[in-house]
């Protein structure tokens, strides 16, 4: 999927809402008038990026069973092939000198029709298999027919899609996920208000973790229940938040942009349900200066590629409409790392 489809997908749902941003004061969830951003550009490599490949959308790093690792492209151009894929043998500089596993597209959506791109979201190794959620986009990337989940085949080294769990006008679940315990915990982000996104979390037992009916959400005050319509906002933030454990400071980070930012926010929890803290922004997304309307695009935290104590994620690019003076490599996907802001808890 090219970076302006991507744009398209998160904003397809929504777009009479517009999505979009308002701050969050810190103990409370009122709103508040959105300040003008000094943050600093973010500065990162393009990982991945030679002549054999190019990536243009979320990357992510997933653990396999057997403790090998593998890096998964949403979109990705091998050979002149556009595809979701993933390496193995990546090296923690750059994702340099990795290797694409044969399979393409990583993700085998023939049993949802033959228009239908699986987009990689965030993952989970169980002790005996291994999950990943996935946006079932159009091929022409403007709408999401909604989310699902699938079933690692290592025989075929790929991902196999089951029947969606999510209709598209609900929360992406999915696109943040997380085993504590015996229950999987996955987030979803929706649009709201002007310029805005609430972040909603839902739980399943590990068992389960196929099983539509299995799911629980969350409603408030320490509350799951049954019913996805009696979901609440866990905080705002945005459309596809991406979300991993901490171990040097053992805190939850949840990473995001709200719709159509240009900046990077962040907020650390105690736990997946929280407390967490107000959104504290790392800084502004690498964009190119051949597109002054382009914006951040998917943003996946990458926990195992961190260093010193900061805070690594790659970071695409989106654009509604790209122009004609922009290059391909304008729009590749930036593996960053910056520091732990000092007021993040």
């Keep these: 999927m090219r ?50 490949s190019a990536l243009t959308g979320r990357v992510s790093e997933l653990t396999l069973p057997d403790q090998s690792a593998l890096v998964i492209a949403g979109s990705a151009t091998l050979d002149g092939a556009a595809s979701s894929t993933a390496f193995s043998g990546a090296d923690s500089t750059c994702l340099d000198g990795s290797t694409p596993l044969p399979a393409r597209p990583f ?8 228009n239908v791109n699986a987009r990689p979201l965030a993952s989970v190794t169980l002790a005996s298999a291994v999950f990943l959620y996935f946006s079932a986009d159009h091929s022409d990337g403007l709408a999401s027919d909604g989310f699902g989940i699938a079933t690692y085949d290592a025989a075929g080294q790929r991902f196999v899609a089951l029947p969606l769990l999510w209709t598209s006008d609900r929360p992406s679940y999915g696109s943040g996920a997380a085993f504590v315990g015996d229950e999987v915990y996955v987030f979803g982000g929706l649009g709201a208000r002007y310029l805005s996104a609430d972040v909603y979390l839902a739980r399943v037992p590990s068992a389960q ?3 539509q009916s299995a799911y629980e959400y969350w409603q408030g005050a320490g509350v799951f229940g ?24 053992a805190r ?44 951040c695009g998917e943003l996946a935290l990458v926990p195992e590629l961190a260093q010193n104590g900061d805070i690594a994620f790659t970071q695409a690019v989106a654009s509604f409409s790209r122009p004609k003076a922009a290059t391909d490599s304008d729009f590749w996907t930036r593996l960053v790392r910056a520091p732990w802001p000092g007021e993040l808890p």
């Design 107 to 114: 993700i085998d959506a023939s049993a949802l029709g033959a």
């Design 226 to 249: 049954a019913n996805p319509d009696g979901a609440v906002p866990l905080v705002e933030g945005g459309t596809e938040p991406s979300v991993a454990f901490d171990s040097t400071r």
């Design 3 to 52: 970076a302006e489809a991507l744009a398209g997908c998160a904003l397809g749902a929504a777009l009479g809402l517009l999505l979009g941003a308002c701050a969050v004061n810190i103990g409370s969830e009122t709103d508040a008038a959105p300040a003008t951003s000094s943050a600093p550009a973010l500065s990162g490599c393009t990982p991945l990026s030679d002549v054999a």
């Design 209 to 211: 973790i196929v099983n």
């Design 252 to 295: 939850w980070l949840m990473l995001y942009a709200t719709p159509l930012s240009s900046d990077v926010s962040v907020r650390s929890g105690l736990g997946v349900t929280g407390p967490w803290s107000a959104p504290h922004t790392l800084g502004r997304c690498v964009l190119p200066a051949s597109d002054p309307s382009s914006f």
